[in-house]
């Protein structure tokens, strides 16, 4: 089912579609307004500020490198289990000889 997700950006509101539960998105949609807001911020106190497309181009680099690095952390904890998974196996069959 299609929810509408509103945000305000830049002082411009936008609704969008979206097909995922609708607290979700509106949780997402919120995240992406507040990783913005925090962007803006952080340029506010630097003596160079980017447009607004700079901005989102900043905002979204940010957003991609903490997925890539909870991916990672994830792959890498599934190697760790997986090892320790066979480590136990293997001790498990050596006392059952």
């Known amino acids: ?8 950006l830049f002082g411009k509101h936008y609704t969008f579609k979206s097909e995922t539960d609708a607290i979700q998105a509106t949780e997402v949609a919120d995240f992406l307004v507040q990783e913005v807001r925090r962007i803006e911020s952080q340029l ?3 003596p160079t ?8 181009i900043m905002t ?4 991609a490198n903490s997925n ?4 990672k952390n994830h792959s ?3 190697c760790e289990i997986s090892e320790k ?3 136990m196996i293997k001790l ?3 006392c059952l000889i």
């Open 1 to 8: 089912m299609e929810h509408l997700v509103k945000i305000e």
């Open 44 to 46: 506010n106190d630097s």
């Open 49 to 56: 500020s980017l447009n607004q497309l700079g901005i989102m």
């Open 60 to 63: 979204a680099l940010n957003i």
């Open 68 to 71: 890539y690095e909870i991916k």
């Open 76 to 78: 890498d904890f599934l």
């Open 85 to 87: 998974s066979a480590n």
């Open 92 to 94: 498990l069959d050596s």
